[in-house]
């Protein structure tokens, strides 16, 4: 090793454990990337359904609203390291991007594999010394002082000038993301919050009802999630009903919000129709009803809901399925109108980290140097990416965060 240079050691060969690399090593310093795993990018090759959501194109005030937990700590390392930021690096390195539909960046290819190559090559390019099979098991310190990481094979240190954990949550525990971080942090003396998975599927205690439905996927409809008589989260998108419960996007998001509420009775009220008031849905209804007006109610919804809906729909508001609609009162028809505006399941808990496309909470951020990312307990440790207690809604944001904060520890280096 080069005396002149400092030697800096980065556990973790994610998202943020890559970036974090390669603009250390752009600093000009020694740098070795410690991996666990056979390969890199484990879990970011899985993200977006294998596309890649790398980051989100919306302006800089929609950033900080979509960063759930701890927004204000984000605020140096969203500047010095900016979603266009990101863009232009990758674009710089020789990935083409694109932008759909909520602003999401894409690589051009569909392919988060060419994300990973263009990394892996910027990497090499950087003389980054990538050592696979390489799972750290604990921090050496002496002092209060950082010295090296002792590795699990064969009680090996690597001693090092810095080190940056980039060891990611507890989501996806397959990619080899088993809270590592979290235990290094908790030995040197930092605190870390409560850990929940999030951006997470629901259960519901609805079975029957939504094993009728699994499968169908119903857009622009509104959700509400109520803890008694406090609104815990409310949004439009896309939902879709699964064996056990429900997902989709609307409701990854919802589930950054209600998991720490999951102690409690937690329901979820879905408004089908939420572009027509219920004045204006009992009028579309009477209409339908004049045009069917000898057809039995269980033909009379086509027009107004998707075919799996209609069973599950005519069942629950207790009106009789063989009964003409000429001849279905006032008061079952608002029975009707209510029930398509306010569809409700008894959220009963989250899916499993297994399912949750990533892990909320993590290391207490006020003991981290939020423009270095350098811890405030031990020096010459540095953090980035999801082990820290900062986590954000589906779209992007969350690898925004991994870009930004490795881009501020990889500097600070």
């Known amino acids: 090793m080069n005396p002149d240079k400092n030697n800096i050691i980065v556990i973790g060969g994610g998202a943020a454990g890559m970036f974090a690399s390669i603009f250390a090593a752009r600093k000009g310093n020694q740098v070795i990337l410690l991996e666990k795993n056979e390969k890199l990018g484990k879990k970011l090759y899985i993200t977006g359904k294998g596309r890649c959501n790398m980051t989100n194109s919306c302006d800089m005030d929609g950033l900080f609203q979509n960063v759930v937990t701890n927004p204000k700590f984000m605020y140096s390392s969203f500047y010095a390291c900016s979603n266009f930021d990101v863009i232009n690096f990758f674009e710089g390195i020789g990935l083409k991007t694109k932008i759909e539909r909520g602003n999401r960046v894409f690589p051009q290819s569909d392919k988060s594999s060419d994300v990973l190559a263009v990394l892996l090559k910027e990497l090499k390019h950087q003389n980054v010394d990538i050592r696979y099979g390489s799972e750290a098991a604990e921090i050496v310190f002496k002092d ?101 419960g429900v997902s989709g996007p609307v409701i990854l998001s919802a589930s950054s919000y209600c998991i720490p509420y999951m102690e409690k009775d937690l329901l979820l009220s879905i408004d089908l129709k939420p572009a027509l008031s219920k004045e204006q849905l009992d009028a579309r209804i009477l209409r339908d009803f004049d045009e069917f ?69 993590g290391i207490r951020v006020r003991e981290i140097n939020p423009s270095t990312m350098e811890s405030k307990l031990i020096p010459h440790v540095f953090f980035a990416g999801e082990v820290l207690d900062v986590d954000a809604l589906t779209g992007g944001f969350n690898l925004q965060i991994a870009w930004s904060t490795a881009y501020s520890a990889g500097n600070a280096v």
């Open 144 to 244: 209060k002082c950082f010295q090296g990481v002792k590795l699990k094979r064969n009680s090996e240190i690597i001693y090092g000038d810095k080190v940056i954990i980039a060891t990611g949550g507890l989501s996806y525990p397959a990619t080899g993301s088993t809270g590592d971080g979290y235990r290094f942090a908790k030995n040197m003396g930092h605190n870390v919050t409560k850990l929940y998975p999030s951006l997470v599927p629901m259960n519901v205690a609805e079975l029957d009802t939504v094993k009728e439905l699994q499968g169908l996927s119903l857009k622009n409809i509104h959700i509400k999630v109520t803890s008694g008589k406090k609104e815990i989260y409310s949004d439009f998108g896309e939902l879709l009903f699964t064996h056990f």
């Open 293 to 361: 007006s000898n057809k039995q109610y269980k033909n009379a919804l086509d027009q107004l809901l998707p075919r799996k809906l209609i069973q599950v729909i005519i069942a629950l508001s207790n009106i009789d399925p063989e009964k003409k609609v000429n001849l279905i009162t006032r008061e079952e028809r608002n029975r009707l109108v209510n029930l398509l505006k306010g569809f409700e399941l008894r959220i009963t808990r989250p899916g499993d980290y297994n399912e949750a496309v990533i892990t909320k909470g």
